[in-house]
């Protein structure tokens, strides 16, 4: 694909060539198909022995240890990683953003089923409701072991608490895709370069949210609701008492939600939506897990939190 040299390109190129000057990080391999081969008899009898192939699956290796991955059948259509943070890197480099100061993160899980690439834009920054200063934040995610889809979503980062902010004005700002023929990297980084501009419109809504009070009963029952819904709470809401939940409730979820709503954001920012969106994005980045892939729980709870909070604050 061919790029024009525009203005954005001369200022973002330095920064953006600085990353590739980096090299791949731990990403810097391919992975490669064979035929999935299994034996058929008794080890021990190596004349009744026979190896077949299973002509509909392929396994899928990484071609600079030979380690295995996963078993996929033939429908299924990954994107290399160095493909993956190289097409990322040409979109910053040719966006409307300013990639001064750019700063990327390549993280990679120990047998390289999963890869994510953080890209932070310190030129990027916004001032919150609240004061904060928030910086623009690109990711793309992969993987071959089917953990996950690919996706490419563009986001805030707020700098005093380090909470991911969430897009909920404008759902283009994630494309997903499983991994089948219908998967277009070039198509998901079209829209992406597309909606980049509205970073801008999302900061203007986070001072919407500041305005929107959450006290009174209606506004009550939509905070409510929308911790309910993340954590999964299934009794009456209307049973809740924000003087004794923490020992009327067992949904560690809810209790975390409401409790950082109480006892820090409302405190800090007002009793408005606002402190709702935050106490929101503070779970999806930082609540407790047993979980041991934190990428792929990051990822999970960040849609579920867009989810809620569209549904919820968007028509507050």
């Not at 991955?69 to 409307?96: C, F, L, W």
């Not at 120990?110 to 990027?124: D, S, T």
């Not at 494309?175 to 998967?183: E, F, G, S, V």
């Not at 509205?198 to 959450?214: G, I, R, Y």
Request: aromatic content about 10%; glycine content about 6%.
């Amino acid at each position: 694909m061919a790029y024009p040299i525009n203005n954005n390109y001369a200022r973002n190129h330095p920064a953006v060539q600085e990353c590739r000057d980096l090299g791949l990080g731990d990403a810097d391999f391919n992975v490669k198909t064979a035929k999935v081969m299994y034996q058929v008899g008794d080890e021990f009898e190596w004349d009744r022995v026979s190896l077949n192939t299973y002509d509909a699956k392929e396994v899928y290796y990484r071609e600079d240890t030979g380690e295995p991955i996963a078993i996929h059948g033939m429908r299924y259509n990954p994107i290399q990683y160095p493909t993956m943070i190289n097409k990322v890197r040409d979109m910053i480099e040719r966006s409307d953003l300013d990639a001064t100061g750019l700063q990327e993160k390549i993280s990679v899980s120990p047998n390289g089923g999963m890869c994510c690439v953080e890209y932070i834009l310190p030129a990027e920054k916004f001032i919150s409701p609240d004061g904060d200063i928030s910086y623009t934040r690109l990711m793309a995610l992969s993987s071959f072991n089917g953990v996950w889809s690919f996706i490419l979503t563009v986001g805030h980062m707020l700098g005093t608490c380090m909470n991911g902010q969430i897009f909920i004005k404008n759902p283009a700002a994630i494309y997903k895709a499983r991994h089948t023929n219908k998967l277009d990297i070039d198509f998901g980084i079209s829209v992406l370069g597309k909606v980049i501009h509205t970073v801008k419109d999302e900061v203007d809504f986070w001072h919407e949210l500041a305005n929107t009070p959450s006290e009174g009963h209606n506004s009550n029952q939509v905070v409510l609701k929308s911790f309910a819904d993340i954590a999964n709470y299934k009794d009456d809401i209307d049973e809740i008492s924000w003087s004794s939940y923490k020992d009327d409730m067992n949904n560690k979820a809810m209790v975390y939600l409401m409790d950082r709503y109480q006892t820090h954001y409302a405190p800090l920012m007002g009793r408005n939506m606002w402190a709702v969106y935050n106490t929101i994005t503070d779970w999806s980045t930082h609540a407790p897990s047993r979980s041991k892939d934190s990428i792929a729980l990051m990822q999970r709870r960040t849609e579920k939190a867009t989810e809620s909070m569209t549904k919820y604050l968007l028509a507050a």
